[in-house]
């Protein structure tokens, strides 16, 4: 690790200011940006921490859906009874998240604003017709996402609640990578009244919603009625764990199981 | 009365407090004023050539105390790493024997070869040093895989080794192998690799060094298996310093695997460095540097072929294998795909004739040397794997072919084919215990379950023998040992009676602090409280070949019952003076010395401290003290061998492995303590479990880049990946050849669980025609042998 100055705001405001600083970078729950560092793979100047700013916290029930601030580690979305009323899916999503070192540091917003390929939560942010609020001002949820490790976010802009909408029925399916845990495919299914939505995250560049599949579902919501569909794996994600045809072949399979799951 | 914690007992392991409450002292834990701190450039080239080293502005940088290379070592007159094994070519050569400097001289041959050390005032001052530093390299092509080393014009990892070839070695008698293939009525095939692994101990390699001007006298403390080899080898061959001048503390050690026994250059480099900057130096690994450069295990490439007559009665096994041995020599790794591999091909079965072919050759990868099982792992699998196929070749049930086939319990000692002499075992035994556990005639109906789920369920089989305790010396030495094997040991008792022993065995997670005191307390029949067991420091104990190949308790043990033996003896002659009796009628239980007859007795506490207050000793016949050390050099390796039995479920749809089921049944002679026994078989079984389903290192054949380089690729078993095991053992076999009867039980877990898994993998995936995968059976490649198989098993079915 370079040698940096930390900092640790209170108020969203002052953290705000000490982003501008030159190389400034925001840490969450470090669970990402710890390990570059270790590996001398980024020299930011300054790290703010975030984890004592009261306007990141917290889980509550708003519009029917729920709203959760940025800095709301994965373990306690996971155990969160109202997250676990509201949205299961979701509490469950956060759940498979990694390991439980990494669920009790890890935030969603520092998961968000990463955009991880292989991250969960962007499946979620999609699915669930999410609506992103920052310092500066609300992102609609499709539009946040912009490429692999990329986002709507400027640099600077602080990630401060993301506001989900509560499904008539929802699952989350992942097939997880053995060795780091990350999705190697994650199928997050959504169903809202006749409309349904199926967020496909860690099988390409960013997540996407399989369109032929939520066409199929809208008409009969049964993991039968994906029978024969499938995703192009023309350029899908290939590594060690997994070739493209194979996470092609993963996303019907976990989108039938997250079907099947949400009942 | 019996001892509550004597031979037998499951005594918790004493030395889990101080692990368990952060309390452990490993080797970075230590502090010295004035200590610097050292940092590696490593080459991030598979092979290139060195052209220059630009340090200046390196050594400018703050905190910086030095920044050395191989050039400062070479004109230091440093040596080579030794290498502790010599094997020699079937045409008589002996084998290639590349120099192995702690600090590369003109070539990096593997990625992460050292170039230079960068020593600070603080471990981030040297990071930031040796980025400085600028080495101009001329990259090199390079070898990134045993088949590309050996397939024509590949690029040469040493000028020296033709083709790249280490040693082309064999074993058995070909022309009987031969002969009785040409009479077989079946013949089994396989071709199979045992992927490369990289051994993962919890702690770092770390080493510190340490040089005292006023006497000459230079510390190292690192993380060794094995501090007295250390001593040996980098004192007389690589530093040249004279052992009474050296010393060697191997501390706490967090696991080893076999990867913390070889002399590495990093122990080098600090001692040696701490003289030149006056100055104790630390180096301790990061976690890149240790899948970098950690001697890595297995990476064998095989076919073998399974002569049998009409009943499936095995005639000859005939064995080709290609073995890597990264980019240089480590300390054991020649010995390792020889005699710790070929030795062991005959497996638990009388096959007669045996012939088995080695070519060890050279690659631009990390070293590859003894890892948990080391060599047995790859027999066992070959083995087995091979008897799978052959029961499909024979349309035999799998464990009637094995039974058939088994060295029988009457015809110990059994002289196999292929040099050893397995002293006990009963194999027929170990499959009894373990089917009924397995519910074998169940499976038929648990698979039709299964399927009725959509799920493919497999049943997989491995019977293995190892050969354990590392060895007789003269064996060992006619076979290119350039070491002795026995084991030493020192009982001390003090005046008031409790008692220190030092052993020259290493535990690093074994638990010898409990056993051993156990052995101790039994014999003496004193509380285990008063007995403490020291080791890893060449200043305290006796000339020791510390531990690995699961001999601690067989040579170890056996060295602390010889001492034992001579305390008693003088205990006796002690005893007889103080009674008055002649020393033949005391009788001795359990450290309570009578006067045949009478009710005359001293207990060994009253002994020990007349031994050390011998007011009226007869000084001529009878020595004070009460302090005996024993050397014991074993007669034969010790056998464990057992059956181990995988049940497990495949889905198809995606490809993922569950283990339903896994029951061990093994024998490991005599048990001193069943806790750690069924510990150490837990965690065998896991990193056999591991290597068949998850783990596997990956170099890029062309590159010679590591592609699994950390744990985001490289995949460790985890607890939730593993079932509840079923562990079983008898004591019906002990060994006949060392006092405590025991075996060894370190290995085990490792050596059979590999093959049962991956019997059970290929078991589950019969319908479709498959007879082998290699591992690891990961979901993808599962998925894609599905995918691929013709016909699908419904066609197959009609
Ligand atoms: C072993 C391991 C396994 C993992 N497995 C999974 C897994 O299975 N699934 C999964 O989804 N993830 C996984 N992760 C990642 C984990 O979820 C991280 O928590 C997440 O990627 C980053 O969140 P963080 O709070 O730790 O952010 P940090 O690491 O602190 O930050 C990540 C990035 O986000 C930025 N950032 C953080 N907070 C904000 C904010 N409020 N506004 C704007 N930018 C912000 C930071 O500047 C940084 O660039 C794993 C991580 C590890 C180490």
């Not at chain 2, 220059?52 to 790493?81: H, Q, Y």
């Not at chain 2, 350039?482 to 009676?497: D, I, K, N, Q, S």
């Not at chain 2, 690995?548 to 003088?570: I, T, W």
């Not at chain 2, 056998?639 to 495949?650: F, K, Q, R, S, T």
Request: aromatic share 8%; with cysteine; hydrophobic share 40%.
């Amino acid at each position: 690790m370079y040698a940096f100055n930390y900092q640790r705001p209170t108020s969203l405001a002052d953290a705000a200011t000490a982003i501008q600083a030159e190389e400034a970078k925001l840490l969450g729950g470090g669970q990402t940006l710890l390990p570059t560092l270790k590996q001398r793979l980024a020299r930011p100047t300054d790290l703010i921490d975030l984890g004592a700013i009261p306007e990141l916290k917290g889980i509550r029930e708003a519009d029917g859906g729920l709203e959760i601030g940025a800095f709301t580690r994965h373990a306690e979305v996971a155990h969160s009874d109202l997250v676990k009323r509201v949205i299961p899916a979701l509490a469950s999503l956060a759940e498979g998240i990694g390991d439980r070192q990494v669920r009790n540091m890890g935030t969603m917003g520092g998961s968000i604003a990463n955009a991880d390929p292989s991250a969960d939560y962007p499946s979620a942010v999609v699915a669930l017709k999410a609506t992103v609020t920052t310092d500066r001002r609300t992102i609609s949820g499709d539009d946040f996402f912009t490429g692999m490790f990329e986002t709507a976010l400027e640099p600077g802009e602080i990630l401060k609640s993301v506001r989900y909408s509560r499904p008539d029925k929802a699952a989350y399916a992942k097939f997880r990578n053995p060795a780091s845990r990350y999705a190697i495919v994650g199928v997050f299914v959504a169903k809202f009244g006749a409309d349904v939505r199926v967020a496909v995250t860690g099988a390409a560049g960013s997540v996407f919603r399989a369109e032929a599949f939520e066409a199929a579902l809208a008409a009969d919501f049964r993991a039968e009625a994906l029978n024969g569909l499938s995703v192009d794996a023309d350029g899908l994600n290939a590594d060690i764990h997994a070739s493209a045809d194979y996470r092609a072949h993963l996303v019907t399979v976990m989108a039938k199981r997250a079907v099947e799951a949400a009942g | 009365m019996a001892n509550p914690n004597g031979i037998g007992a499951s005594v918790r392991r004493r030395e889990d407090q101080r692990f368990l409450t952060g309390r452990g002292n490993y080797t970075d834990d230590f502090k010295r004023l004035n200590m610097t701190h050292a940092v590696h450039v490593r080459s991030p080239y598979a092979h290139a050539r060195i052209l220059g080293i630009d340090f200046t502005d390196a050594a400018a940088m703050p905190g910086v105390v030095a920044v050395l290379t191989g050039a400062d070592m070479e004109a230091d007159k440093v040596g080579s790493l030794p290498c502790g094994w010599q094997i020699h070519s079937k045409d008589g050569s002996p084998m290639k024997e590349p120099p192995h400097y702690p600090l590369a001289r003109d070539r990096v041959r593997y990625v992460g070869d050292a170039v230079a050390v960068v020593i600070a005032e603080t471990r981030e001052q040297a990071r930031d040093a040796a980025e400085m530093v600028v080495v101009d390299y001329e990259e090199l092509p390079a070898v990134g895989s045993s088949t590309r080393a050996v397939a024509g014009g590949a690029p040469l990892v040493h000028d020296d080794a033709p083709d790249n070839v280490c040693y082309d070695w064999h074993l058995g008698d070909k022309a009987a192998t031969d002969a009785a293939f040409a009479n077989a009525a079946h013949i089994a095939k396989i071709d199979l690799v045992n992927q490369r692994l990289v051994p993962n101990a919890m702690e770092p390699r770390a080493a510190m060094g340490e040089y005292d001007q006023s006497n000459g006298e230079y510390t190292l403390t690192t993380t060794s298996q094995n501090p007295h080899v250390t001593r040996l080898l980098m004192g007389a061959f690589v530093l040249g310093i004279p052992e009474h001048k050296l010393r060697v503390v191997a501390p706490d050690v967090g696991g080893g695997f076999g990867s913390k026994i070889f002399h590495y250059g990093e122990e080098a480099v600090v001692t040696w460095a701490a003289r030149k900057v006056g100055r104790p130096v630390k180096w301790t690994a990061d976690r890149s540097e240790s899948f970098l450069t950690d001697a890595h295990g297995r990476d064998h490439v095989s076919h073998a072929e399974l002569a049998m007559d009409a009943d499936g009665n095995f005639l000859a096994l005939r064995v080709s294998t290609l073995a890597n041995l990264g980019a240089y020599l480590s300390t054991f790794a020649p010995s390792i795909p020889t005699y710790l591999y070929a030795t062991l091909l005959a497996g638990q079965y009388k096959t007669p004739a045996i012939y088995a072919e080695v070519k060890a050759v050279f690659t631009n990868t990390s070293p590859v040397d003894a890892y948990r099982g080391a060599g047995r792992p790859e027999a066992c699998y070959l083995i087995e794997r091979l008897v799978d196929v052959a029961a499909g070749v024979m349309g035999m049930d799998k464990t009637e072919i094995r039974r058939r086939n088994f060295v029988p319990k009457e015809a110990m000692p059994y002289q196999t084919p292929v040099a050893l002499q397995y002293d006990t075992g009963d194999f027929a035994k170990n499959l009894d215990i373990a089917l009924p556990l397995v519910d074998y005639p169940g499976f038929q109906q648990r698979r039709a379950e299964s399927k009725a789920r959509g799920k493919l369920r497999g049943i997989g089989f491995a019977t293995y023998i190892e050969a354990c305790g590392i060895a007789p010396s003269n064996v060992a030495g006619a076979l290119g040992a350039r070491a002795g094997l026995y084991e030493c040991a020192e009982v001390r008792f003090h005046p008031t009676g409790s008692v220190t022993v030092f052993t020259g065995a290493h535990s690093h997670g074994q638990g010898h602090e409990t056993t051993f005191a156990q052995i101790v307390a039994e014999r003496f029949g004193i509380p285990i409280e008063n007995v403490e067991i020291v080791h890893g420091d060449t200043n305290k104990i006796p000339f020791g070949m510390g531990t690995y190949g699961s001999r601690s308790l067989a040579v170890g043990g056996s060295a602390l019952v010889k001492a034992m033996d001579k305390v008693e003896r003088k205990a006796r002659k002690i005893a007889a003076h103080m009674l008055e009796a002649a020393e033949t009628d005391i009788e001795v239980k359990e450290g309570r010395f009578t006067v045949a007859g009478t009710d005359k007795s001293l207990g060994i506490g009253d002994i020990a401290l007349q031994a050390y207050v011998p007011h009226n000793f007869p000084l001529d016949e009878l020595e004070p003290g009460l302090d005996e050390q024993a050397f014991y050099d074993p007669k034969n390796f010790t056998y464990p061998n057992g059956c181990h039995v995988c049940e497990l479920e495949i889905d198809p749809d995606t490809g993922v492995t569950t283990i339903v089921s896994f029951a061990a049944v093994d024998d490991f002679g005599n048990v001193i303590n069943p806790l750690i026994v069924e510990g150490q078989v837990h965690g065998g079984l896991v990193q056999g479990i591991g290597q068949a389903l998850y783990e596997n290192c990956v170099y890029d054949e062309e590159s010679g880049q590591l592609v699994t380089g950390s744990y985001m690729d490289y995949c460790m078993p985890r607890a939730d990946d593993v079932p509840s095991f079923t562990v079983r053992y008898h004591e019906d076999q002990p060994c006949t050849h060392n006092p405590l009867g025991v075996k060894g039980c370190g290995e085990a877990g490792t050596i059979g669980a590999a093959a049962a898994v991956m019997n059970a993998v290929v078991d589950a995936l019969s319908d479709y025609g498959v007879t082998h995968m290699d591992m690891p059976a990961t979901p993808e490649k599962v998925w894609r042998t599905i995918r691929d198989a013709a016909p699908a098993p419904a066609m197959a079915a009609e």
